[in-house]
Each structure stands twice: as structure tokens, then as C-alpha cells.
């Protein structure tokens, strides 16, 4: 059974950094596709990045990039999701999502996520 459990929100200024955590298990990470989502108050979930092991082609959102960094730890079972800069907009609940997949990364990938952990909040003040 996939299991994912996020943990690392929390309350942040503006231009600061925090690290999100997703302790995975019940996968081979070789085999799946990682992504993070968001979630703000009124707003469709948005896609913010995804990746995968040995794999060079990675999606972010535009409104993330070179801010945000995804990345996973395989023997310890951990997806990250290291997020610079932040601003009042980041503010959202965050999600890690997996996928058993052997496509790449892209936006069109994300349609496709299927076990979801239960998000962790984010809040960005100016």
C-alpha cells in the first residue's frame, strides 16, 4: 500500500525558505513519478513540479521555477521539496503525490498522480 505523510509547513516572511518532507512508502521509487501540488484557499489545485529518478526531465510550474527544488532520497524514503524565496502567493496547502508510471515528467503528466499524501500548510506573510 502506497503511504505518503508530508510534514514541514508552517508560517514564513516573505523571502524566506522551508523545506517540505514526504515520508513515502509501499513503492520503488524507480518506478514512479514524484510530484508536489498546492491548493489555496478558493483555487483549483495547481501542479508544482515533478520528477523522477534517472531522469533528467523534470516539470515546475512557471511560477516556481528556480525558486523550488524537488528532489527524493531513496534510502531513506523521503521526497523534498526545498522552496527559496518565498511569497505571499506560495501561501497553500502542499501535497506529495505518486505515480506508477514510465513517461516523464511533464504538465501533462500531472493529471495523472494517484496516491496522495494529506498535505501540510504553507503560509507566506508580506
Known amino acids: 500500500e502506497v503511504q505518503l505523510v508530508e510534514s514541514g509547513g508552517g508560517l514564513v516572511q516573505a523571502g524566506g525558505s522551508l523545506r517540505l518532507s514526504c515520508a513515502a512508502s509501499?513503492?520503488?521509487?524507480?518506478?514512479?513519478?514524484i510530484g508536489w501540488f498546492r491548493q489555496a484557499p478558493g483555487k483549483e489545485r495547481e501542479g508544482v513540479s515533478c520528477?523522477?529518478?534517472?531522469?533528467?526531465?523534470?516539470y515546475y510550474a512557471d511560477s516556481v521555477k528556480g525558486r523550488f527544488t524537488s528532489s527524493s532520497d531513496n534510502a531513506k524514503n523521503m521526497i523534498y521539496l526545498q522552496m527559496n524565496n518565498l511569497k505571499p502567493e506560495d501561501t497553500a496547502v502542499y501535497y506529495c503525490?505518486?505515480?506508477?508510471?514510465?513517461?516523464?515528467?511533464?504538465?501533462?503528466?500531472?493529471?495523472?498522480?494517484?496516491?496522495w499524501g494529506q498535505g501540510t500548510q504553507v503560509t507566506v506573510s508580506s
Open positions: 503525490a505518486v505515480v506508477e508510471t514510465y513517461f516523464y515528467c511533464s504538465e501533462l503528466l500531472l493529471n495523472a498522480f494517484r496516491y
Open positions: 509501499g513503492f520503488t521509487f524507480d518506478d514512479y513519478a
Open positions: 520528477i523522477r529518478n534517472n531522469d533528467e526531465r523534470t
